[in-house]
């Protein structure tokens, strides 16, 4: 069974579970704007742990394809707010910081104790990402990438999408391992730097992952994979995202990362009924 240690408190897999996102950025794509202010903040989190949330996930830089990214000095301070008001008001929730850069994991992990860092780069946008995790001691979200935001979706190629995928998360693991990392969990990146075709055949072989035996996150909630397919909009996605969040499930996905927690729940709830009935035996 999968463990990982955030800030003393043990998180056992024993089933899936969700994390929850809070995007306090003016520019993300499906709910840039929304959760900007202490008040608002607050509610967005106490209603998705309401819904069952494990995990909230606090990004206040976009990374959506194309974006311009704010400045560190932008993020610290959206960061700042946001994370002392909800240490304020939920002072055991556990918390995840989506960011690439290592002075602000540093500071925020400092300041209120924030549990997972959760950097969609893997390192490669700060090179000392790898060394500040390893002294923070928390466990850390290795997500696979090409190229960078503001690039990823310029004709990625590959020539052996899952082979290139495993390999870049074992280079990367061997030297985390060796800086003393203890808790990685793994994100195959959905929509960073992949086509439709790409994002579906890592969907389908996601259980391939299981190689490494880390905790494997998927976070395709209401990304284009969903709504460019359907021909909708990321509004009209929630459907598709439980689809997909099924998929993954049966793929061996362990942590699902989504804006609609209480749909995931009930997601999770569905697939551990299902996994825990017997087939009909033939008479």
Do not use: W
């Not at 606090?58 to 990374?63: H, I, K, N, Q």
């Not at 899952?162 to 060796?178: C, D, N, P, Q, W």
């Not at 959905?190 to 389908?204: I, S, V």
């Not at 749909?263 to 709830?269: H, K, Q």
């Amino acid at each position: 069974m999968i463990t990982f240690n955030c800030n003393g408190k043990l998180v056992t897999l024993e089933q899936p579970i969700v994390m929850g996102i809070l995007n306090i950025t003016p520019d993300s794509f499906y709910d840039g704007g929304k959760y900007r202010s202490e008040t608002e903040v607050i509610a967005r989190c106490a209603a998705m742990l309401e819904e069952g949330a494990t995990i909230i996930d606090v990004g206040a830089v976009s990374t959506r394809p194309g974006s311009a990214q704010a400045t560190a000095a932008e993020e610290e301070q959206r960061l700042t707010d946001a994370l002392s008001a909800i240490r304020k008001e939920f002072p055991d929730v556990l918390l995840s910081l989506d960011t690439y850069r290592a002075d602000i994991a540093r500071k925020m992990v400092h300041l209120f104790g924030v549990d997972i860092i959760n950097d969609i780069s893997a390192g490669t946008i700060d090179g000392t990402m790898f060394e500040t995790v390893a002294s923070l001691n928390v466990p850390y979200i290795l997500m696979h990438i090409q190229g960078t935001p503001e690039n990823m979706q310029n004709h990625p190629t590959y020539n052996h999408l899952m082979g290139e995928v495993i390999a870049f998360f074992r280079e990367k693991m061997t030297r985390l391992r060796s800086l003393g990392v203890k808790d990685i969990i793994l994100d195959p990146g959905f929509g960073f730097g992949k086509t439709m075709e790409h994002n579906y055949e890592l969907l389908n072989q996601l259980q391939q992952l299981d190689i490494f035996d880390c905790a494997v996150l998927a976070a395709a909630s209401r990304k284009s994979m969903i709504y460019k397919l359907l021909d909708i909009d990321p509004t009209q996605a929630l459907n598709g995202t439980t689809v997909i969040n099924t998929l993954a499930l049966l793929n061996g996905a362990d942590i699902l990362r989504v804006h609609d927690v209480k749909e995931a729940v009930e997601c999770i709830r569905i697939f551990q009924k299902y996994k825990k009935t017997p087939p009909l035996t033939a008479r």
